[in-house]
C-alpha cells in the first residue's frame, strides 16, 4: 500500500516523524535524527543534510 498510494505514504512518513519527535521528548531535531537512525555516527549526519537541505526554502 505504501509504495502504491503516494498520500499515504505522505501521512505514514508524518505519523513516525511525530513519533520520533515526540519520542524525543519533543525535540524536533532529534526526533529528525531518530525517524533515521538512533546511533549517532548515521543520526547527525542525517540531521546535518536535512538542515541543511531546509535551508534552501
Known amino acids: 500500500m505504501l509504495t502504491q498510494d503516494f498520500c499515504f505514504s505522505v501521512r ?3 505519523y513516525i ?3 520520533e ?3 524525543a521528548g519533543g525535540s524536533f531535531w ?3 535524527g531518530h525517524y ?3 546511533t549517532p555516527k548515521f543520526k547527525y ?3 546535518q ?8 526554502f
Open 36 to 38: 533515521h537512525s538512533r
Open 17 to 19: 516523524l511525530r513519533y
Open 12 to 14: 505514514a512518513g508524518a
Open 30 to 32: 532529534d526526533g529528525v
Open 45 to 47: 549526519p542525517y540531521i
Open 49 to 56: 543534510r536535512v538542515y541543511k537541505n531546509s535551508q534552501k
Open 21 to 23: 519527535i515526540n519520542q
